[in-house]
């Protein structure tokens, strides 16, 4: 190809860059999200949203597989240690074949499940005035509402806004929480937390771990709470919900309502997580699969839009204490000792969770996961 030709075309792909970049400032300044493109009734999804991408395919391949469900009741009789062994070895199964599961008999009472995504409704739904005044970019300091956080990073826009918080340490102080939803976040993410210990136990021993070892490497310390709503979308199948992506924690509780649109990728294919009513989904995040030394797998997963809607969910990401305030040092993630020996040597070196971060969310949903940074 010529210079001047190359020029050419490369002044074409700058052009075309700096009119996305101006779009999607557009979008960003209305701080009104994908909800405010629905409520102005657009007959078609607006370029930023589109991918480009031909072949998007979002159909799942009809599977009739399902990830597993784990029955977490405890029965209070002599049984109970029987029961416990086959809860354990049911989601040693399910983190190594499928990175997910689903727990029901969880603790949580259903009422405050429906409350949750009521709660999360009404937030979106409130008067854009108000609505307005949460939107930001930063998601350390206090309640936010945003629309794709990977917004200027990302390919293409998904069709989703976002509200949430840190949930722990500690939640930000009541009064700045929306009216909307601040009761029911508050309660639960107070049952999150009690049912994020179980989980954490349980994984612990299905690694073969003292029960309280993930607990006390400090896996749930950090918790965010995103509460997301996805919009009824005009043309599905040229945009997306959630990219494909593996998440960052180590591991992810979420819940879910009625409609689906959930895909996990299993053995190359993706298949349906189909909603449970009363059910939480489990899923393994990419600090989980390290210091499990690749024992356990944080796998690729994505929503699909759908012409139905609003779907919600509520997804409560484990973390370590990453913010500045909370912790001295810098933690620090490796594979957890117990777990190797000569036949099982590390795989990923030790990971300044800070660094791990940074990485993770400078980045788009869309690029590779910070793990293979890490590995040896
Ligand atoms: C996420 C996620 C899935 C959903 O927030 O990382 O994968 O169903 N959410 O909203
Ligand atoms: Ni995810």
């Known amino acids: ?55 998007l395919d979002h159909s799942s391949s009809g599977s009739v597989l399902t990830i597993p469900v784990i029955d977490l009741k405890h029965p209070n009789t002599t049984a109970a240690a029987a029961v416990r062994r086959e809860i354990v070895g049911g989601i040693r199964g399910s983190c190594e074949e499928w990175g997910f599961f689903q727990v029901v008999n969880h603790g949580i009472p259903e009422g405050i499940l429906d409350e949750m995504i009521q709660g999360v409704r009404r937030f979106h739904e409130l008067d854009p005035e108000i609505k307005k005044r949460y939107y930001t970019r930063d998601l350390i300091s206090g309640f936010f509402l945003v629309s794709n956080f990977d917004l200027y990073r990302s390919a293409a826009a998904s069709w989703r806004d976002t509200m949430g918080c840190v949930a722990a340490p500690d939640l930000p102080p009541p009064e700045q929480l929306p009216d909307a939803t601040r009761d029911i976040l508050i309660e639960y993410s107070k049952q999150v937390k009690q049912l994020s210990k179980t989980i954490l136990e349980l994984l612990s021993e299905a690694l073969g771990l003292e029960p309280n070892r993930l607990n006390q490497l400090g896996c749930g310390a950090g918790q965010l709470l995103l509460g997301h709503y996805y919009p009824a979308c005009p043309e599905p199948e040229v945009t997306i919900g959630v990219t494909d992506h593996t998440d960052a924690s180590f591991i992810t509780i979420l819940l879910q309502d009625q409609i689906g649109g959930l895909q996990v990728l299993h053995r ?28 356990f797998i944080s796998v690729s997963h994505r929503v699909v839009p759908k012409r139905i809607g609003p779907r919600i969910s509520v ?62």
């Open 268 to 295: 190359n294919k993706w298949v349906d997580v189909q909603p449970r009513k009363g059910a939480l989904v489990v899923n393994l995040g990419d600090l989980l699969q390290l210091v499990s030394n690749d024992k």
């Open 315 to 376: 997804a409560c990401f484990l973390r370590p204490l990453i913010h500045k305030g909370d912790t001295d040092s810098p933690p620090v993630y490796g594979p957890i000792p117990e777990l190797l020996s000569e036949e099982n040597p590390p795989v990923y070196v030790e990971a300044d969770v800070r660094e791990f971060m940074r990485i993770h969310s400078s980045r788009g949903l869309d690029e590779p996961s910070p793990l293979q940074h890490f590995r040896v």
């Open 1 to 55: 190809m010529a210079f001047s030709e190359k020029r050419e075309n490369n002044g074409a792909a700058e052009d075309s860059n700096h009119s996305r970049l101006i779009k999607l400032r557009e979008f960003d300044d209305t701080k009104l999200g994908v909800k405010g493109l629905v409520d102005a009734a657009v007959a078609k999804v607006p370029e930023i949203f589109r991918i480009s991408n031909n072949n």
